[in-house]
Every structure is written in C-alpha cells, then in structure tokens.
C-alpha cells in the first residue's frame, strides 16, 4: 500500500465528509511543536550520558519556534497539488520540487536568533555559514536531499536541515488535500516530501495502537501496519530490542530479511514522548542495533553522517 494526497474537489462524492477509521495521513501541526520539542529534549539532557548535544538540539528548536512565526510562508499549492496528484508522485518531493529562497530567509533568521546562544565551535560554524553565497547553501541543501551527507559537513547539517525542515513543514501544513491508501509501493518514504522518517509512533488517543511514521524534514506523519518491516514490507522475521525493559517506551523493530531496523515510540508507555527528542535520547540502542548487525533505516535531523 502506498498514499496518495489529493486535492480537495477531486474526491469523490461522500469522501470529504467520511472519516476513516484509521486517517492515512496526518499533516503537521506547528503551532507549539518545536517548543514541545525543545522542552522534551531538556527534559531527556537531565538524566543523559548526550546531555549537553541535547541541550544543543533543544536551543536550535526554540530557535525554529521563534522563526516559524516571525517569517510566515504564504503561498498557494493548488497547481501543485493537482499536477502531483496526477503524476501519482509526493506535492513537495524533495527530488523535484524547485527551493524558494524563502528556507534561505530562514536559515539567516535562525543564525541570528541562535548566534547569542552559542559559543567556540558551534559559533564558528554558524558564522561561516552566515557567509556563505546562495549557490553555496542550494549546493548544501541539494548534497543532504540526494544523501551524498560526506559533501556536508557534519556540524553544519543541523543548522541547514533546520532551516529546511522549517520551510517544508509550513508548506506540508498549507495543503488543500487531503489522503488516501492505495496500492503502490515506497511506503518507508515520506507521501507529502519524500523524505526518509526519523522514527514511528504508536498513538494513544482517537488513533490509539496505530503506527505512524514521522517525517525528519515536514513534520507529517503516515500510518503503516506493525508487525510489517517499514523498509522491506516483510514480517516473517521481525524482532523487538529495547535497554531497559520489556516496557519500554523506546523499541527498534529489526529486520532479519533487509537486515534494518527502526525505533517505535509507545505514546501509551510515555504520553510525553516526542519522535526527533526521543530518539536522539536513544542513541544507545542504536549502537545495540549496530553491533547485532542491523542497519538504521532513519534519520534524526540532528544526527547526519558527514565528514
């Protein structure tokens, strides 16, 4: 199964105000979402061995709250959406979309809100960046889209993912469409953009025991299946790791047919958890996973592989 959005006048008759048990997609809400994020990651530096990193990453997501609502985006996805829709393919695919300089606008706002806070190496990135030309940045922005993460330095591609993920979380949020399940393949890929998950999510509430993936660059999320490998689609060979116990709230769901694993969050077990927090709060499991042989099939923005 694969989603696909479409706009909000081609769905048929009876689709807009049927409410599916299990919603395909849910798209971002930003209103609060990097502050909750920086105060989970507070929260998690207390009792962290990465304590001061996660510290780091909860300064530039205060950062991001502050930029989301000082710089707006305003723009209309209509023939985006229309045009993506017929094509079958994700409305803000990170492969073809064309970059408005608007993710430039706010990478030089987060340098400036984030600039006071930091210091020695941190500072000095921030300051090189600040002079970088816009072909420069574009390049930068293109070598972490296409995965070439040795291009980027890896105390630089926070800062730029930031600021991208700023931009194509105010566009996910801005789309006239709405979701549907369809056959089709590449559900470990993000329908909206493309983009890899930085985890999965077990929800409680209206959607409670359902997975959902969530986005590391636009914030959405998207339901597939448990107990179904998100990589492979394969269940024959799947087993669950956790640190601390058997109830814990942070699991890697491994993979012995593609040899990958990937982390599930129990929203029930930790009401509090939040995806990118939680998981940069896991990075012991992580090396668990690694020594048994499994590979990670996501991506924490604040964890690139670079030089």
Not at 37 to 50: C, V
Not at 84 to 105: F, M, V
Not at 206 to 225: F, I, T
Not at 242 to 263: M, N, Q
């Amino acid at each position: 199964m694969s989603i696909r959005i479409i706009p909000q006048d081609q769905l048929e008759k009876g689709e807009k105000t049927t409410a599916e048990m299990i919603p395909p997609l849910l798209f971002p809400r930003l209103k609060n979402l990097y502050s909750r994020r920086a105060a989970r990651l507070r929260d998690l530096a207390a009792k962290n061995p990465l304590g001061d990193y996660l510290r780091f990453a909860a300064v530039i997501a205060e950062a991001q709250e502050i930029v989301l609502y000082d710089h707006p985006l305003h723009i209309d996805l209509h023939a985006r959406l229309t045009q993506s829709a017929s094509e079958g393919k994700p409305p803000l695919n990170i492969h073809t979309l064309p970059r408005d300089p608007h993710w430039q606008r706010l990478l030089h706002s987060l340098i400036a809100e984030l600039k006071p806070e930091m210091s020695g190496q941190a500072l000095a990135v921030l300051e090189n960046l600040e002079k970088a030309s816009a072909t420069e940045l574009e390049t930068l922005a293109s070598a972490l889209f296409t995965g070439e993460y040795a291009l980027v330095s890896s105390d630089k591609a926070p800062f730029i993912w930031a600021a991208l993920s700023l931009y194509w979380a105010q566009m996910a949020a801005l789309i006239p469409g709405k979701a549907r399940a369809e056959m089709g393949d590449q559900r470990q890929f993000c329908p909206v953009c493309a983009s890899m998950p930085v985890a999965s999510v077990v929800h409680m509430g209206s959607h409670e025991g359902a997975r959902y993936l969530h986005c590391n660059l636009c914030e959405s999320e998207w339901h597939v299946v448990r107990s179904k490998c998100t990589q492979c689609e394969q269940s024959r060979d799947l087993h669950y790791w956790s640190i601390d116990s058997e109830r814990a709230a942070v699991k890697a769901e491994s993979c012995g047919d593609c040899g990958t694993y990937l982390k599930m969050l129990y929203q029930e077990k930790d009401p509090a958890i939040e995806p990118v927090a939680d998981d940069l709060a896991s990075l012991i499991l992580d090396a668990r996973m690694e020594q048994e042989g499994f590979a990670r099939s996501s991506l924490n923005p604040f964890m690139f592989p670079g030089e």
